[in-house]
């Protein structure tokens, strides 16, 4: 990797014959996190750093390393943002690797990235890997549902992020393989307000894709047999959305199934604020299904009516 810097912003070319992934970082206001993430990319020439029109100083500090290019697109949803990030940027290398701000690249993901770019022996076209979760200083392994598998590695022509309101999944034209070593998420770097309002929003997309499944009648019990842990996942989530009370199954899952006590008093918080996130959505999908707003006004109307009375 040339350590010239790039004062144009642009791809530059190199002379070495390993040639790194690409890189793709999806930011909003990102301005305590995205540093530490680009930090931990050194491994690669070509860092993409694409904005949501942050009101932080999230692209300043991006623009200041050498070898970043800031592309700003307004979101509107999640699946449009990442394909856009795939399809519509131009990459210098074959291979991308998307990672969100809030997430770092140890040494030993590095030189595998490095390894699985550069192998032409190998027929995948998307590779999936692992993550530590990490919440009051320690790994919440047991509380997170260890091991989750997200696909991250890809060859950005041969990926497009399926059409769902939010936790959309790959949809990739060939095979996927799987990698050894984990990135490391730090979800709650920007502290439990930031948390909190981002999983409202999230809860209230995600009730807007239950109240959509539940439409479409329960999924096929087969998938729940899928030897592919993520259809396995999808289809357990498309489950989810017709239980009553999936909050204290989320948590009794969670807590109790995997194990979340032994994360001591850090585990039992996260399988708690879990829980709630996942009571939100259940909240949610009953007023979006039964107008709650239109049966409060019509009962204040009768209330005012019987007042005047």
């Known amino acids: 990797m040339s350590d010239v810097p790039n004062p144009t912003n642009r791809p530059v070319e190199s002379s070495t014959a390993r040639q790194p992934p690409s890189v793709v970082v999806l930011t909003f206001n990102e301005e305590g996190n995205v540093a530490q993430c680009i930090e931990r990319l050194g491994f690669t020439d070509d860092i993409v750093v694409l904005d949501s029109y942050s009101t932080d100083r999230t692209v300043e500090i ?8 800031v592309f700003q697109r307004t979101f509107d949803t999640e699946y449009k943002q ?3 990030a795939l399809h519509e940027i131009e990459y210098r290398h074959d291979w991308v690797y998307i990672c969100d701000a809030d997430e770092r690249v140890p040494d030993d993901l590095a030189a595998e990235l490095m390894r699985v ?4 022996s190998r027929a995948h076209v998307a590779y999936r890997l692992r993550y530590k979760n990490m919440y009051m200083g320690r790994w919440i392994k047991h509380a997170s549902s260890y091991p989750v598998w997200i696909i991250r590695l890809v060859r950005p022509r041969r990926v497009t992020y399926e059409k769902r309101e939010t936790n959309v999944h790959p949809i990739v034209d060939g095979t996927v393989g799987e990698l ?17 309002a981002k999983h409202n929003y999230y809860s209230t997309r995600e009730a807007m894709e239950g109240v959509r499944i539940r439409r479409q009648g329960r999924p096929r019990l087969s998938r729940l047999k899928s030897g592919d842990s993520m259809v396995r996942r999808r289809a357990m989530k498309n489950f989810s959305y017709f239980l009553v009370g999936r909050a204290w199954f989320r948590f009794l899952h969670m807590y109790l199934v995997k194990l979340g006590f032994l994360d001591g008093v850090a585990g039992f918080n ?3 604020m879990i829980a709630m996130y996942e009571y939100w959505i259940e909240v949610k999908i009953s007023e979006l299904e039964s107008n709650w707003r239109r049966a409060t006004d019509r009962k204040v109307a009768r209330l005012l009516a019987e007042a005047v009375a």
Not at 189 to 194: A, I, K, Q, T
């Open 62 to 69: 991006a623009k200041s390393f050498p070898n970043v290019r």
């Open 117 to 120: 770019a550069n192998d032409a």
């Open 180 to 196: 050894e070593c984990h990135f490391v998420h730090h979800s709650f770097n920007s502290g439990l307000v930031r948390w909190f």
């Open 270 to 272: 996260y399988c708690a």
């Open 82 to 84: 990442r394909n856009y």
